[in-house]
């Protein structure tokens, strides 16, 4: 039977808080962790929330060498009310664990795992923004830490929370940006590790992103592996396009990442009866859709943007402009509803929000 | 100006060395470690060595994250006169520049890091073993250290060295394996970072192996990603064929890794003018070679075996049995001229091996 107590040692100083206006994705992060171990044949035991502190790991721990790793991203948003709540988390342990699935990594217990960064979130819940589009991110992730140099799944891992206090996405509304088609570089292919959260696709994106910045491109456009002729994702990010009323996305195959978010856009699309499907979409299709005046809408969907509209799409140098470059009304509408449920500012009829319950009597 | 003085900091204490009939592959450390760092704008700087000992790393650090790390394998072998000497190191750390160039990784000063293993292998000197087979396995790594769950190259790294006494591989003379085809996972793509040694393809390759482990085999014949149909690399090796009196291996193509052994072995080959050539091989080829009585010989080459015979190949089903299931003899001839001149046995006349220039005044 694995131990399933969370035992809590309180920071004994508490970190300055950066204000609400200057806050930087993923650099500032709360007093406390949540790390839990794993030994085999112990399993997962020693659950804790400590202070927030550097991890002591042997050079040879597996992390260091063979990457084997994953890790999940969600965020806990504070209401008008000073609740604090969290959007879809399930989804996340639910995709955790399929990930760690295709990296030989043991599974978690999703329920306690839910519990885990509630009460965490709570510890920390002073940290938890209230300025307009502020949220706490949440880093959930899993290290292999075996001090080993064989190539073989480790016998010791540590899950890890830690928390990260993020600024408004768009400081000053909601704003399309310029992405290029990748022709040279790939994410991921079919048999590949592309539908698992995993580090390895995310340092296999580095150079792509590198090289479109210098051109002024915000991210590339991933195409499949094998033939790199078909749409995949954005940036790290899903991907839509309104084509002739229809909004498309790429069915996941394999070397998709299965987004939460993704997954919300299609419910609310159906929910609102618009036509959406997931399927095989070329480039070819998409261009040709854009010189029939048909690509009305495209945008990427993440945990961190929630929507980031695509105003510009260039392929093989041939610029598509979408929807004169500004923002579409699907887009935008996607974006209000999910945000104004993650705040609570708009009716939740999918059962999306799950509360921390810690009722904050922080004066803000 | 980079500072390049190693500054040198010993160990109180000393570990007890495992007996070298007990040696097993990356279990046991020596005393030191080589540790560098860099950061925007110093560049590498801060060149120590210091005792073995855990890292302690930010948990936002990107390593944990996002998977940006190169590493490289060689070895330090004893020779009869009591010597230790390096082979082909230029070759590794050529590579570890390569690998860094594919993962926005900045490139190490290539003489430097030389300069640094041999006076680390110096200071542990007498932990390279001497018994038959045994080395002194060097583990040069770099990996990605700044706080910052951004999705970009890191701007702080840390390049490790650390040092493991090896058993032989082959405790009772090289003997061929029992190989699967791989025909559900991919290790990687072209336009992916297949030919970089980072931790990623490591990660991904595990959950095949563990599948075909089940079932027997020692290691997966990787096939290309595009088409799953060209050979590609056998587990964590190069894979050479010798058909109809030719040895053919896969042509490096973007997704297969540039074997130092790889290359010794072509090298090897020509010097005896044997016929090698570096070309494209389907499975379909190789099922027909071996119906025609034509695949004569199969082996993988790598650090750590040097030459492992592959003794059956199941594809789909069909079990091809290469040679009787014996060692080939020129995967003998290759692996013992190499492990001749690794162990200074057998003359070097491709100026393949560095002397570490530490004349050991230990008693053995």
Same mark, same amino acid.
């Given at each position: 039977?694995?131990?399933?107590?969370?035992?809590?040692?309180?920071?004994?100083?508490?970190?300055?808080?950066?204000?609400?206006?200057?806050?930087?994705?993923?650099?500032?992060?709360?007093?406390?962790?949540?790390?839990?171990?794993?030994?085999?044949?112990?399993?997962?035991?020693? %659950?804790?929330?400590?202070?927030?502190?550097?991890?002591?790991?042997?050079?040879?721990?597996?992390?260091?060498?063979?990457?084997?790793?994953?890790?999940?991203?969600?965020?806990? @948003?504070?209401?008008?009310?000073?609740?604090?709540?969290?959007?879809?988390?399930?989804?996340?342990?639910?995709?955790?664990?399929?990930?760690?699935?295709?990296?030989?990594?043991?599974?978690?217990?999703?329920?306690? %795992?839910?519990?885990?960064?509630?009460?965490?979130?709570?510890?920390?819940?002073?940290?938890?923004?209230?300025?307009?589009?502020?949220?706490?991110?949440?880093?959930? @992730?899993?290290?292999?830490?075996?001090?080993?140099?064989?190539?073989?799944?480790?016998?010791?891992?540590?899950?890890?929370?830690?928390?990260?206090?993020?600024? %408004? /996405?768009?400081?000053?509304?909601?704003?399309?940006?310029?992405?290029?088609?990748?022709?040279? /570089?790939?994410?991921?292919?079919?048999?590949?590790?592309?539908?698992?959260?995993?580090?390895?696709?995310?340092?296999?994106?580095?150079?792509?992103?590198?090289?479109?910045?210098?051109?002024? @491109? %915000?991210?590339?456009?991933?195409?499949?592996?094998?033939?790199?002729?078909?749409?995949?994702?954005?940036?790290?990010?899903?991907?839509? @396009?309104?084509?002739?009323?229809?909004?498309?996305?790429?069915?996941?195959?394999?070397?998709?990442?299965?987004?939460?978010?993704?997954?919300?856009?299609?419910?609310?699309?159906?929910?609102?009866?618009?036509?959406?499907?997931?399927?095989?979409?070329?480039?070819?299709?998409?261009?040709?859709?854009?010189?029939?005046?048909?690509?009305?809408?495209?945008?990427?969907?993440?945990?961190?943007?929630?929507?980031?509209?695509?105003?510009?799409?260039?392929?093989?140098?041939?610029?598509?402009?979408?929807?004169?470059?500004?923002?579409?009304?699907?887009?935008?509408?996607?974006?209000?509803?999910?945000?104004?449920?993650?705040?609570?500012?708009?009716?939740?009829?999918?059962?999306?929000?799950?509360?921390?319950?810690?009722?904050?009597?922080?004066?803000?």
């Amino acid at each position: 039977m694995e131990d399933k107590t969370i035992r809590l040692q309180l920071s004994e100083t508490k970190k300055e808080k950066p204000n609400s206006d200057q806050l930087i994705f993923g650099r500032a992060f709360t007093d406390h962790m949540f790390v839990m171990d794993y030994s085999d044949p112990l399993g997962w035991h020693n %659950a804790s929330i400590v202070p927030y502190q550097p991890l002591m790991i042997d050079p040879s721990a597996m992390i260091f060498h063979y990457g084997q790793s994953v890790f999940e991203g969600l965020k806990a @948003f504070r209401t008008a009310d000073g609740e604090v709540q969290l959007f879809r988390p399930q989804k996340n342990f639910e995709r955790l664990n399929l990930s760690s699935d295709r990296l030989c990594i043991p599974p978690i217990d999703e329920e306690f %795992a839910l519990k885990a960064i509630k009460q965490l979130v709570t510890v920390d819940k002073e940290w938890v923004p209230d300025a307009e589009g502020t949220s706490l991110y949440i880093r959930p @992730f899993i290290i292999s830490t075996e001090p080993y140099l064989g190539v073989a799944p480790s016998r010791h891992y540590k899950f890890i929370v830690i928390l990260s206090p993020v600024g %408004a /996405y768009y400081k000053e509304g909601i704003n399309p940006v310029k992405i290029a088609v990748e022709n040279k /570089y790939v994410r991921a292919v079919k048999g590949g590790t592309g539908e698992a959260k995993t580090g390895g696709n995310y340092a296999a994106s580095l150079k792509a992103q590198e090289d479109v910045s210098k051109e002024g @491109f %915000a991210q590339v456009l991933w195409l499949d592996g094998v033939e790199q002729k078909y749409v995949e994702e954005v940036g790290s990010m899903n991907v839509f @396009f309104k084509i002739g009323g229809e909004v498309v996305t790429p069915k996941l195959n394999g070397s998709i990442l299965a987004g939460v978010t993704r997954n919300s856009v299609i419910e609310l699309l159906k929910h609102w009866g618009i036509p959406v499907s997931e399927r095989r979409i070329s480039m070819e299709e998409l261009y040709q859709a854009h010189q029939d005046g048909l690509l009305e809408e495209a945008f990427g969907s993440g945990t961190a943007a929630v929507i980031s509209p695509i105003g510009q799409l260039t392929w093989d140098g041939k610029d598509m402009v979408i929807n004169g470059g500004n923002t579409g009304e699907i887009s935008q509408k996607v974006y209000d509803t999910i945000t104004g449920i993650q705040y609570g500012k708009v009716e939740d009829p999918f059962n999306w929000i799950v509360k921390v319950e810690a009722k904050s009597a922080v004066k803000h």
